[in-house]
């Protein structure tokens, strides 16, 4: 029995740890294995090879770090700078405070650009520090491409142009934690140097893989890059890589079974069709939220997240309440407002292995939770909302054909 | 991978088998043991005290048969009955005919009393037959509690009545199939005297069960009955029973562990709060259809079943298509109709381990698949109307109070 | 945690429930799903065919039936014979005396022909039974094809020669249960009209599915048979299988999934690989019981099973306590002594998915267990007799090399 | 079906990853989880409650880092140690090596001591460095409780007493990756600053939580610590332990229940009976390999470990084609020699959920390998002398009495 056991399935619609599809739980439920056996190895060529293709880059080297999205932004940072070095970083959640913080304490000097909170990264502010710095005494550009705390999409197609128009040698570091396998993100068209993700996103594992992706010239300035590393040591992996066994340390065996499927199921469904898929269920979840008379936290429509919607709630209301009740009384989990935004929105994660029927439970068991704490929805409303505009757009399911 | 994926849950509102809780999965998630070692006859026995407990009865004795309900069927008569005996069955569905077809090929001799589909059992016909068998010619009356195919609900504390009013022994034998564990079932209260249900059923377990629970009277006629049997045959289990090793055969070592994990979920929720679930549903879902404009298959409110709904289409749609779209489209598993009423009714089960936001994610798929066929429905019409009947009357979930 | 727990793992050697390999555990470990969706028939119709190859069939018609080995039989025999019908079936041990108490009950004149346990079928008299026949009172032969009470297998190959030699048109029933899979099993060159297995046994999965396969002479046959049968009727399965669907009744999903991994697994290895496999691990079984100074129970070398070895211990030690204390104190699962042999034999089932190691561990134990109850075993003795055997003729793996 | 299929399952004697029970399987096959709900936290407390039994500390804090070993270690390092600080390592084989290598890169001043590989810590040296010390420049110990490249123990209550003969106030910083739960490990009484473990050893789960322990000291000591981390910073998890909440980041939900169940095995059998198991098994081993004629690379009885033993090989033999063709041929894993024992030594883990048969089955694996490659060994040597120890000391299981 569960710790507290509820009937019927948990509805999870926090932005992360997400849903896990039941082939992916199957092929993780094995023995350990000897990891410096032929077989392993084998195994996890072929993922090294695959990952690539979710980042969308043939050029770039990935690493699959038993670690979680934190040790992945610490792998892009300490394998490329080195402690005093200038970063530009831009403060626009609370997931982007927290990069900032470890920036901060990794020994790193971070231009902190601020947004208000439901805005993007101000691009503008970023371009005339690198028209002023000349003597490129900035050394990287840390961004995040979606901003989880306030569902606000980052446009790195623009930092690029920017960089490029400034002729800026900064390297571009990404935090591609809730965008990547379900946002569109391109690594190598982009130009970015370091892009990272954790398993427990958008690849709908279970948390212990941190994988990050590095471009050739975040591998040229990793061997002169003065932060102290050991275990999040790129150099290392690529030792290993030369050797063909891969792994410095023990890989968690049961993740790299689970990783082997979820890839095959990302490329089974295409990669641009869980893309798509991701932006046909956000579009339905905002429409509900407009339905409901309730506002998207995110101020612009050009950042919209396409992974996760925060929802402003009156100022009456505790957003917190929600979220409590919500798991309290419908078994559903939502995220809640963080930091700065804590009471005000609650989040509705709509990312990862999830399909339309899944989202529509999702949303009328939100309309309830509005209903019970006093926000006078009607029930109905956004359910038929979002279903209005899934009806239309939702293909048959292609093995089903 | 699966054999036809999509992404995302399947929904499966079929009334069976339906969704198996993850708890229980997880307990059948073992190799098999010896079933002669101590260890599985100490669990069996707490499973036959414990199974006693849904049947609501405490003089019964439980058989768990590695079989089907069309096994555990033959098993409720040849056991109690010899061939050429009297029985009175009744005829108003798919389930009750596969069950008489079954009565006749064994050899019994059936008075068909026969009800138009969507009406419940004639139970004045049946007085009627009774009053005229003085002599006791009538063995037994056959009756399913709960009629799969239309979603109709006999009343059966009236069965026991008529019987006792004209003091007629003949045996009660219940098909509790897609019952028991969600209705309110009573066997002692209401003189059954075989009852017999099937695993993937409300249990919400994998097929591989029928378990059938006789009273002391047809444990008694089962010492005359001379129907050929061994598999099926209750002597063989209750000679294991007096052992103490209690199994005729191999069982599946699996669903034992699932039938406990199964029964500890129900204990824990609580068998009352069980069935009370299963009404709050069928209401939700009766709104819904409602809401829709739609009539269902079940023509008076004291048939309403509240394990599953058969909903009447319009003429100008042919339901299986429903059926089809809500799999191809929506990954949406609906019960399609059957004989008589194929191509007019689908049906939503709505039975077993489920909750609200799972029901409502299916109302809303519903909906949409109407839309798909050309019928004029109002997108979160249902659902809203579903959702507004349970914002009202779901409790807190217990353990998160 | 398990009911009894003991640390690592259980060591399995009882002639079944076997083990089974950890990818069957995964494939199984899943949802229901709706039985009448396109999927599950698309998958159905391989196993059909696959199946057939396990019985070494062109001809055959496999039915998969929920039930175990005795389900199995009561189908064979339901469905092929009239209450009445004189059968020949050999008495031999304790499943050949259950089998042929089943054949009783269910109204058939059996001829039985008794050998001493621990011998094989006297198919002496068998043959000059048939040689009387000319009358063909005689409508079926049933017998095992392995007695896995005592480890003896018989001659199908002979049986039949006799039966063509008299050109007697008796119907060939067979008991594959613990030997289909595991022994040379030849259904349409030996004429065999009836195989059967139980899916516990060397396919290595739960308890659950019955293996009927059924020779056109046995479907012509099962036209005419007068027994009484609904839920074991083949017609209901012909129906289905000519409608595209194949399901009369709800079958386990899980084992279905089960039982296309566990085909996997055996068309991967090899069915003929497959069988080597046991010759070599029941040849490195018997050298180890020569090495203790211990008898087989049976007699004659060309009655060796090589699915299981029932050992004959001296007077002054009880079998049983064996067994209890291999389970006890090894966490080893050994065969008890059934009926006759009961306290005289223990039995090493060494059948389905197991390996060389497994087996040696095995053969450790019960030398342990030997030297626990007093009986003066050289420790290493039979292991090392075993290994000597096992270290010249085992073969690489395949897949590794 | 498994990347390279052999039939049977894999016997796992490599030194880590262990043998994961199947209950343990069962726990950690379930869907993510919100960790922000309060049902997450519920069962975190009691893990890190419980994990400290493991450590025999009651003073410690445990910290449950999703990393492996090797980030285990550096959180040891960079959460008590500036840079420059001086440290005493000791050099006696493959993973303390590497510690070293860490140690180093991490910018401390190691002051390595060296011992031939195959012996223990050299403790005399020590005891010199720290008399000479009256600065107390040394900062702190670092050693391994055992060596998992050699199979060497060494003897930390020695080292204690050391420290405390010269009151040096260095801390302690133990690697317990290959003893803790399995070797008498003392936290408390031994004076430990901080030990470490991680999930894939002796607990036999899945690689992914790196386990440290604090002392008091230990955490003072972190208040000044200079080293930059974040990821393995304590500061973070001390903070949210406070809130209640205690993850700083994402955790896997999986391993959680994971070790839920692991600890409550433990228990179940008693921490002091899995040490006893541990010693049983380890000695049943070196009995076997001094039968076979080979000798044990670890060089002094006080040193032998009993968790791995690595076995040397003639000089004409390479131990790593031993490996090799045991995976090849037996569907064993045995440890490879590393670094300046490879070729010479071949390893057998010996550690975690395991028992008496499981490693009855390896040992006769073991001799049949040797033979293959040449070596005159008696097969069932090795085997029979384990036996003749174990059959004496193997208790009954507890639950089955």
């Known amino acids: 029995m569960d710790y507290v056991y509820g009937p019927g399935r948990n509805h999870l619609f926090v932005p992360g740890p997400v849903n896990i599809p039941e082939s992916v739980l199957r092929a993780m439920n094995r023995n350990n294995?000897?990891?410096r056996s032929p077989a392993v190895p084998a195994?996890?060529?072929?993922?090294?090879?695959?990952?690539?293709?979710?980042?969308?880059?043939?050029?770039?080297?990935?690493?699959?770090?038993?670690?979680?999205?934190?040790?992945?932004w610490e792998s892009a940072l300490t394998n490329t700078l080195s402690p005093g070095d200038r970063v530009i970083s831009f403060l626009i959640g609370q997931f982007s405070l927290l990069w900032i913080d470890q920036q901060q304490r990794l020994g790193f000097n971070v231009d902190v650009i601020e947004s208000e909170w439901g805005q993007g990264a101000?691009?503008?502010?970023?371009?005339?520090?690198?028209?002023?710095d000349t003597q490129h005494s900035i050394k990287a550009i840390c961004i995040v491409h979606n901003e989880t705390a306030?569902?606000?999409?980052?446009?790195?197609?623009?930092?690029?142009?920017?960089?490029?128009?400034?002729?800026?040698?900064?390297?571009?570091?990404?935090?591609?934690?809730?965008?990547i396998c379900a946002l569109d993100f391109r690594m190598d068209e982009w130009g970015v140097d370091v892009a990272l993700t954790g398993s427990q996103k958008?690849?709908?594992?279970?948390?212990?893989?941190?994988?990050?992706?590095?471009?050739?010239?975040?591998?040229?300035?990793?061997k002169t890059a003065k932060s102290y590393r050991v275990f999040f040591d790129w150099k290392d992996y690529l030792k290993f890589y030369k050797m063909g066994t891969y792994w410095p340390y023990t890989p968690s065996i049961q993740l790299l079974y689970g990783l082997r499927e979820a890839l095959d199921l990302i490329f089974e469904e295409g990669l641009d069709n869980v893309i798509a898929r991701h932006t046909r269920l956000a579009t339905a979840t905002r429409l509900a939220v407009e339905a409901w008379g309730l506002k998207n936290c995110t101020q612009k429509e050009e950042w919209f997240s396409d992974t996760v919607t925060a929802v402003l709630v009156p100022s009456y209301i505790d957003s917190s309440e929600i979220v409590r009740r919500a798991w309290k009384r419908y078994n559903l989990s939502l995220g809640l407002g963080l930091n700065k935004v804590a009471g005000k929105v609650f989040r509705i994660g709509h990312l990862g292995n999830l399909n339309e029927l899944q989202l529509l439970g999702c949303l009328s068991g939100v309309e309830m939770v509005l209903k019970d704490v006093g926000y006078p929805v009607k029930l109905g409303s956004g359910v038929g909302a979002a279903a209005a505009y899934l009806q239309n757009s939702t293909p048959l399911i292609q093995s089903r054909i």
């Open 202 to 222: 958008a690849l709908s594992l279970p948390t212990g893989i941190g994988m990050v992706c590095a471009s050739p010239k975040a591998l040229e300035a990793s």
């Open 150 to 179: 306030t569902g606000v999409t980052n446009n790195l197609a623009k930092v690029r142009r920017i960089l490029d128009d400034y002729r800026h040698p900064a390297l571009l570091l990404v935090d591609g934690v809730s965008s």
């Open 122 to 132: 101000n691009l503008d502010i970023m371009a005339s520090k690198l028209a002023a």
């Open 43 to 72: 195994m996890t060529k072929t993922l090294l090879e695959d990952v690539k293709k979710i980042f969308k880059t043939t050029t770039g080297t990935p690493f699959l770090i038993p670690t979680t999205g934190t040790g992945a």
């Open 33 to 35: 294995e000897d990891y």
